[in-house]
């Protein structure tokens, strides 16, 4: 079996693991009482927005690729580079999501250069990209519940600590100037100047896909993504019997533990999202027992994190079967989950 698809099959089995004992801390008997009646309507639609969601995520990575001209005719590119064969790779990364802060989804750009020819270096950036405006909607969407509940306000910190970490990535890798400065320091460490030398192919695409006009587009598509992952967490916390909560509470719990989630940089967020997202529940919506806490929270990250998984899984499987593993030994090195 290919060493990528041992990768994605481990963090499924950690998550399993994690899932089994929040069950078995509530109790198993309650946890079914609780999806006893559940709807089971809400997960069909949650699953359908996250698939909306991925098309959405889809259509940044390809702005990225055509703002980094990678379809243009030329040496190194990739004109050949189809719709299909695109969101096949796109998809592919998705196997990659539980990694810490999701950085193993640069096995895109792997994929890429293993299908395509396209140098690695060139379209690594656009995961950084992606990361960014990821938490720059996953921040708009948070400070709509802070602004509508005082109490929330107390989760301001956590919200200011991740835009200035954005505010600080987007100043330092987007300016081509500052980042050459700063390789050229590290280049005079030793055992480090190879991989500064490395890093330098990296600086422009970086500046390309972090211009302003191109960060707002990114994070307008963010926000309606993640967006709709809100209102499929809404949904199906609406599905247990006797819960009751506002969207606009459902949008900031989902966004603030998310948060939670990548500030931790456990892979995928697993345990961080799902406990911080199961206490605050129980505390603040409307008729939310610890069961059903704990059940919407499980349901929620089988219909976005681990539904990512299975179709990514499956797309990284037959991408290996059409080009073989021979970009192993390069994941290996390259990659950084």
């Known amino acids: 079996m290919s060493r990528l698809l041992r990768r994605a099959l481990l963090g499924v089995v950690l998550g399993a693991l994690i899932y089994l004992a929040a069950i078995l801390y509530v109790d198993v008997h309650a946890t079914a009482a609780a999806l006893a009646d559940f709807r089971w309507s809400a997960v069909g639609l949650a699953l359908l927005l996250s698939s909306l969601n991925y098309l959405l995520r889809f259509w940044k990575w390809e702005l990225c690729l055509g703002w980094l001209g990678i379809r243009e ?3 190194g590119n990739a004109p050949g580079l189809t719709r299909a064969r695109s969101l096949l790779i796109y998809l592919a990364g998705l196997s990659m999501s539980v990694t810490p802060g999701k950085v193993g989804e640069v096995l895109r750009s792997l994929l890429l250069k293993q299908s395509d020819g396209v140098d690695f270096t060139r379209t690594a950036p656009i995961v950084v990209a992606d990361r960014l405006t990821d938490l720059i909607a996953l921040v708009v969407l948070s400070l709509v519940g802070i602004a509508e509940f005082q109490e929330f306000q107390d989760y301001l910190p956590v919200i200011l600590v991740t835009l200035l970490l954005v505010v600080a990535g987007v100043i330092v890798l987007g300016s081509p100037r500052l980042c ?5 320091l590290l280049a005079r460490l030793p055992g480090v100047d190879r991989l500064a030398a490395k890093a330098e192919a990296l600086v422009d695409a970086s500046a390309r896909v972090l211009q302003l006009r191109a960060l707002v587009l990114l994070s307008l598509l963010s926000i309606v993504g993640w967006g ?3 209102v499929g967490y809404w949904l199906v916390l609406r599905g247990f019997a006797g819960a009751d909560a506002s969207l606009s509470l459902a949008v900031f719990l989902w966004s603030t533990t998310t948060i939670i989630g990548a500030l931790s940089f456990l892979p995928g967020g697993l345990g961080a999202t799902e406990g911080s ?3 605050l529940v129980a505390r603040l919506a409307t008729g939310v027992t610890q069961a059903i806490a704990v059940a ?8 976005t994190l681990w539904f990512g998984e299975v179709v990514g899984g499956l797309a990284l499987a037959w991408l290996l079967h059409r080009y073989g593993d021979g970009g192993e030994a390069e994941t290996t090195s390259a990659e950084a989950p």
Do not use: D, M
Request: with cysteine; net charge positive.
């Open 277 to 279: 997202l199961a206490v």
């Open 73 to 75: 005719p030329g040496p």
């Open 180 to 184: 050459h400065g700063l390789l050229r």
């Open 296 to 303: 919407s929270t499980l349901l929620i990250r089988i219909c």
């Open 228 to 230: 709709l992952e809100c």
